[in-house]
């Protein structure tokens, strides 16, 4: 079974930074196109960030140029370096697949990003 665990949020203050980890176990992320979602309180789930199996990346307009994803296959480990935060920023934020052909696992636990002053 696949089992997704996020950690790393926290609160910060407006242009701050905070990294996110997602630790996989029961997939292989090296072959598997993986992405950072959020959700704040009163919309809808969106992806901020993809990473493919070829490390090429993709980012809401939203983020790029802050936000950075990164994978270590040996550790089974996907990243988000999330700078210059913003209050907009607040939300959970989750990790999972992001791919149209490979089915998606169960949600995680996910973990809060709070950005206020």
């Known amino acids: 079974q696949v089992h997704l665990v996020e950690s790393g949020g926290g609160l910060v203050q407006p242009g701050g930074s905070l990294r996110l980890s997602c630790a996989a176990s029961g997939i292989i992320l090296s072959i598997n196109a993986m992405g950072w979602y959020r959700q704040a309180p009163g919309k809808q789930r969106e992806l901020v960030a993809r990473?493919?199996?070829?490390?090429?990346?993709v980012y809401a307009d939203s983020v790029k140029g802050r936000f950075t994803i990164s994978r270590d296959n040996a550790k089974n480990t996907v990243y988000l370096q999330m700078n210059n935060l913003k209050p907009e920023d607040t939300a959970v934020y989750y990790c999972n697949t992001a791919s149209s052909i490979t089915p998606m696992p169960n949600w995680g636990q996910g973990t809060q990003v709070t950005v206020s002053s």
């Open positions: 990473i493919i199996s070829n490390g090429n990346t």
